[in-house]
């Protein structure tokens, strides 16, 4: 008799389905890296797609320069480990060009990364970027479709995607447009930290619960670094957190938690009532 598929075995299967038609239809695509979870089973999914051979494409990360030094070091590692090539394009060479200027030296950088983004896309000539977000993190990512259409300006408009019936995907661009492909897109927070169980996936130590100084700002806990400054009234507590999601140490809010191991990180994402991104 035989086996009955899961349900993470089927979104394998589709997730590797997309990559390989990256792979066949796009000219030179890359795999959007940061050392996060979803990346992470970006990385075994293409794993699984193209291995014992090199994988058809190289990984970039969008570096704001304000990234946990955890997170970093884990990337370098594991990019090595792989032996695949890691291009870091970097905001502080965008900042140096003057194409992005910030208001003030601590505000937020997540929001410029995509004009970094669209400078290596342009230097690098990519046609597709590969990267994994899901639709269920936040409203506007759940108008997404898999193959995901910029024009030759980088924009996106939901109104102007093309159809995706029977799993049929068209990733063809004319010079200058590009793809930003989703494999993992019909994924939930809970269908990635039980594939991360199931393939034995190493994560950033920030991920699982530990004691870190942090600052109770407007509700969230921020953690204590040289990117952020206290503002009056405040001061730094030690605090057991641990990270659902990774951005810039400024703005990224962990939670009080007691979740050391996957199976406790799995209990928590069950009873959660709050998005990752939340």
Known sequence: ??????????????????????????????????????????????????????????????????????????????????????????????????????????????????????????????????????????????????????DEFGQWDPKNQRPELWNLYNAKVHKGENIRAFPISNWTEMDVWQYIKQEKIELPSIYFSHKRPVVNRGGVWIAESKYNTLLEGESYEEKVIRYRTLGCMTITGAVESDADDLDKVIQEVASARQTERG
Request: charged share 35%; hydrophobic share 35%.
């Open 1 to 150: 008799m035989k086996n009955k598929l899961s349900h993470l075995d089927w979104l394998e299967s589709e997730a590797i389905h997309i990559m390989r038609e990256v792979a066949g239809q796009c000219s030179n695509p890359v795999l959007l890296f940061s050392g996060g979870k979803d990346s992470l089973c970006l990385l075994r999914i293409a794993e699984k797609a193209f291995r014992p051979g090199r994988f058809p494409f190289p990984l970039m990360h969008i570096d704001t320069g304000h990234n946990y030094p955890e997170v970093i070091n884990f990337r370098d590692k594991k990019t090595k480990e792989l032996g695949e090539r890691l291009i870091v394009a970097s905001l502080e060479d965008s900042m140096e060009k003057g194409t992005i200027v910030l208001k003030s030296p601590d505000e937020p950088r997540n929001k410029y990364q995509s004009i970094t983004l669209l400078e290596a896309i342009e230097e690098n000539e990519f046609d597709c970027c590969i990267g994994g977000a899901r639709r269920d993190e936040e409203k506007a990512r759940a108008k997404e479709r898999i193959m995901s259409f910029r």
